[in-house]
């Protein structure tokens, strides 16, 4: 422990692999090596715990330690650099540990924010370095490397860029050797940050933070980071306050954490339906919002929600060719009710089993905008990153935002901004609900569109207060379905062929009848078949997932349509005399009897068509 600091770093360098990686950023044709040096906070802390609360309390003097020890190496190499000034280390620690807050009387030099991006500013150009001499030739001034302006976190344009600074050696006006200087990107964007660590409260605050160049390609609207930086203060002169914003060292995507185990009230329940690839789904769907809704009730449209609910982080199968590259995978739901009350009460209780929910509201933007000063803003679509956006009522958007949905869902992507517009993909699924049109009228092509009638009266017996709470909690479904959202999957040729079969043989038939097929139809049941096999807790999707989702899906188009290709009766709501019927054994018999119908259509209008090769 009694070596100096930039030893004990030397060694972590040698541990951690971090010298071969110096060398490949060395571009000997700048003037400013840019340096970029990731550090595994935790490993380091466990290294030396000296070193790690350098970097984790004073960011500043670990960078000057850091290039210190990148100076002493590089001298030892085949590379040119003379000297400390060449060199501009930037160091990217990992994330550690949450910052609580941001106020006047405790800020921490490095911290760590949970959070999500709710607008940004426009991209703006920066000095990163540039090169100053002094017009005498004989001085040692006009060096290389005498006069090099580096810019530091915080600091202004103009603390770099200068027409006053003079020679440390004659004391003569330095001249700037333009063609040596280094142009950066930067951007200001509003920060909200989730602090979950106090117990008592729940605190949600926004911080200015400032992202620069390689770290832009990272961030986009309305997505969850976790972002490690470093806190700087400033005073306003015009009103003498202090004002704080948080500098980025480091950008992480961040998503909510996944439980290991399934909860013990769904154990038995997966463990006695484990043989049966169908009734999982159908159970979940009866157990869901006892005391608000009757069970039984809306019951095929919370089978598709829940499909939604559990959209993969990862793309399985080819994307719409519209979509965009990056988009998550997500099921995009409008329901059409003359029980619009009903409907957003289930709506709203479904989406409370994500881990957020952004609700929109007539006073936000749909899609997104801009403010004054070029500030971009997420709207609703991009504030539910990775889980759900609850529209409401589609009715009630503006002609403008009706045209940027219709794009949004087209695309998978938004678009924001007027003269230099940006785009971002959409991470979210979209749910919203609205009254059945007297004429039918175009409208954004939502993945599926589920027209679903009010319940027949005494078709249940009354909710009683109380009744239903221990059948599934709420809490244990919402960790269930989180953690079948994480299944990686893998689509079976089987599932494929059946789907495609499907798709070929009903897009010849409803063509020329006014209700033709959709043309995302096979890329929509490749996600829901997907998506049941992950509420099966399954890595394959088989053909037993794809008949599950082409008949939610056949059924939605029946209901839009009044026409349905298979011989189909859609079940809306299961009554308690029928409850037998739809629920364990009695939903495996009515689904072999669907697909076998399905199979027949197929081998009908596709001559040798097969799902599985003997």
Same mark, same amino acid.
């Given at each position: =422990?009694?070596?100096p600091?930039?030893?004990?770093?030397?060694?972590?360098?040698?541990?951690s692999?971090?010298?071969?990686? %110096?060398?490949?950023q060395?571009?000997?044709?700048?003037?400013?090596?840019r %340096?970029?040096?990731?550090?595994?906070?935790?490993a380091?802390?466990?290294?030396d715990?000296h070193?790690?609360n350098?970097?984790v309390?004073?960011?500043? *003097?670990?960078?000057e330690?850091?290039?210190?020890?990148?100076?002493?190496?590089l001298?030892?190499?085949?590379?040119?650099i003379?000297?400390?000034?060449?060199?501009?280390?930037?160091v990217?620690?990992?994330?550690?540990l $949450?910052?609580?807050?941001?106020?006047?009387?405790?800020?921490?030099?490095?911290?760590?924010l949970w959070?999500r991006?709710?607008?940004?500013?426009d991209?703006?150009?920066?000095?990163?370095?540039?090169?100053?001499?002094?017009?005498?030739e004989e001085?040692l001034?006009?060096?290389d490397?005498?006069?090099? *302006?580096?810019?530091?976190p915080?600091s202004?344009?103009?603390q770099t860029?200068?027409?006053?600074?003079?020679?440390q050696?004659?004391?003569?006006?330095l001249y700037?050797e333009?063609?040596?200087?280094?142009?950066g990107?930067?951007r200001?964007i509003?920060f909200?940050?989730?602090?979950?660590?106090q117990?008592?409260?729940?605190?949600?605050?926004?911080?200015?933070?400032?992202?620069?160049?390689? #770290?832009l390609? +990272?961030?986009?609207?309305?997505?969850?980071?976790?972002?490690?930086? +470093?806190?700087?203060?400033?005073?306003?002169?015009?009103?003498?306050?202090?004002?704080y914003?948080?500098?980025?060292?480091? @950008?992480?995507?961040?998503?909510? /954490?996944t /439980?290991?185990?399934?909860? *013990?009230? %769904?154990?038995?329940?997966?463990?006695?339906r484990?043989?049966?690839?169908?009734? +999982?789904?159908?159970?979940l769907?009866?157990?869901?919002?006892?005391?608000i809704?009757?069970?039984?009730?809306?019951h095929?449209?919370k089978?598709?929600?829940?499909?939604?609910?559990?959209? &993969?982080?990862e793309?399985?199968?080819k994307a719409p $060719?519209?979509?965009h590259?990056h988009?998550?995978p997500?099921l995009?739901?409008?329901?059409?009710?003359?029980?619009t009350?009903g409907?957003c009460?289930l709506l709203?209780h479904?989406?409370?089993l994500?881990?957020?929910?952004?609700?929109?509201?007539?006073?936000?933007?749909?899609v997104?905008g801009?403010r004054?000063g070029?500030?971009?803003?997420a709207?609703?679509a991009?504030r539910g990153?990775?889980? @759900?956006?609850?529209?409401?009522d589609?009715?009630?958007?503006?002609?403008?935002?009706?045209?940027?949905?219709?794009?949004?869902l087209?695309r998978?992507a938004?678009?924001?901004?007027k003269k230099?517009s940006e785009?971002f993909?959409?991470?979210c699924? %979209?749910?919203g609900?609205?009254?059945p049109?007297?004429?039918? !009228?175009?409208?954004?092509?939502?993945?599926?569109?589920?027209?679903v009638?009010?319940? !027949?009266?005494?078709l249940?017996?009354?909710?009683?207060?109380?009744?239903?709470?221990?059948?599934?909690?709420?809490?244990? #479904?919402a960790?269930?379905?989180r953690l079948?959202?994480?299944?990686? +999957?893998?689509?079976?040729p089987?599932c494929?062929?059946?789907i495609?079969?499907?798709c070929?043989?009903?897009?010849?038939?409803?063509?020329?009848? &006014?209700?033709? =097929?959709?043309?995302?139809?096979a890329?929509?049941?490749?996600?829901?078949?997907?998506?049941?096999?992950?509420?099966?807790?399954?890595q394959?999707?088989?053909?037993?997932?794809?008949v599950?989702?082409?008949?939610?899906?056949?059924?939605?188009?029946?209901?839009?349509?009044?026409?349905?290709?298979?011989?189909?009766?859609?079940v809306?709501?299961?009554?308690v005399?029928d409850m037998?019927?739809?629920?364990?054994?009695?939903?495996d018999?009515?689904?072999?009897?669907f697909y076998?119908?399905?199979?027949?259509?197929?081998?009908?209008?596709?001559?040798?068509?097969?799902?599985?090769?003997?």
């Open positions: =422990m009694n070596e600091p930039h030893c004990r770093l030397y060694n972590w360098f040698i541990q692999n971090l010298i071969q990686d %110096l060398y490949k060395i571009d000997e044709t700048l003037a400013v090596q %340096l970029i040096i990731p550090v595994d906070t935790s380091l802390l466990e290294f715990s070193l790690g350098c970097l309390g004073n960011y500043f *003097r670990f960078c330690i850091t290039k210190e020890v990148c100076f002493e190496v001298q030892c190499s085949e590379f040119q003379a000297s400390m000034n060449q060199l501009s280390c930037i990217k620690p990992s994330p550690l $949450p910052m609580k807050a941001i106020n006047q009387e405790v800020v921490c030099p490095l911290v760590c959070g991006v709710q607008s940004m500013g991209v703006e150009q920066y000095t990163r370095s540039t090169r100053y001499r002094c017009a005498r001085c001034g006009a060096g490397t005498a006069h090099i *302006r580096v810019h530091v915080g202004l344009e103009s860029v200068r027409s006053d600074l003079k020679c050696f004659c004391g003569d006006i700037e333009r063609s040596s200087r280094q142009i990107t930067r200001s509003m909200e940050v989730d602090d979950k660590s117990e008592r409260y729940y605190v949600k605050s926004l911080v200015n933070v400032t992202v620069k160049d390689e #770290l390609d +990272v961030i986009y609207l309305g997505a969850k980071f976790m972002m490690v930086g +470093v806190t700087i203060s400033s005073i306003n002169r015009e009103d003498c306050t202090m004002q914003f948080v500098n980025a060292v480091n @950008v992480v995507p961040w998503s909510s /954490p /439980p290991h185990l399934i909860p *013990r009230s %769904l154990r038995e329940i997966y463990k006695t484990e043989g049966s690839p169908w009734q +999982v789904l159908s159970l769907a009866y157990c869901i919002c006892p005391t809704l009757p069970q039984g009730s809306y095929s449209l089978q598709i929600l829940i499909l939604s609910l559990v959209g &993969g982080r793309l399985t199968f $060719p519209s979509a590259p988009a998550t997500a995009h739901v409008l329901v059409r009710s003359g029980d009350s409907v009460t709203q479904m989406a409370s994500a881990s957020y929910t952004a609700l929109h509201s007539v006073i936000q933007d749909s997104g801009v004054s070029d500030e971009l803003y709207g609703s991009l990153a990775d889980n @759900v956006t609850l529209l409401g589609t009715a009630l958007l503006k002609k403008e935002e009706v045209t940027m949905l219709k794009t949004a087209e998978r938004v678009v924001v901004g230099q785009i993909p959409l991470h699924s %979209l749910w609900y609205t009254h049109p007297l004429k039918e !009228a175009p409208s954004p092509p939502w993945d599926i569109i589920y027209t009638s009010q319940p !027949a009266e005494g249940f017996h009354a909710v009683i207060e109380g009744e239903g709470d221990d059948l599934l909690p709420m809490s244990d #479904l960790l269930y379905l079948a959202a994480d299944q990686t +999957v893998q689509i079976d089987s494929t062929k059946l495609d079969g499907y070929q043989a009903a897009k010849s038939v409803r063509y020329g009848s &006014g209700c033709e =097929m959709p043309v995302s139809a890329s929509t049941l490749h996600l829901m078949s997907a998506n049941h096999a992950r509420v099966n807790l399954r394959q999707v088989l053909d037993v997932d794809a599950v989702a082409i008949k939610l899906y056949e059924e939605s188009l029946f209901l839009t349509h009044r026409y349905s290709t298979v011989d189909l009766t859609p809306q709501h299961i009554g005399g037998e019927k739809y629920l364990d054994g009695g939903i018999e009515m689904i072999e009897s076998g119908r399905l199979v027949t259509f197929c081998t009908t209008h596709i001559p040798g068509f097969t799902v599985n090769e003997e």
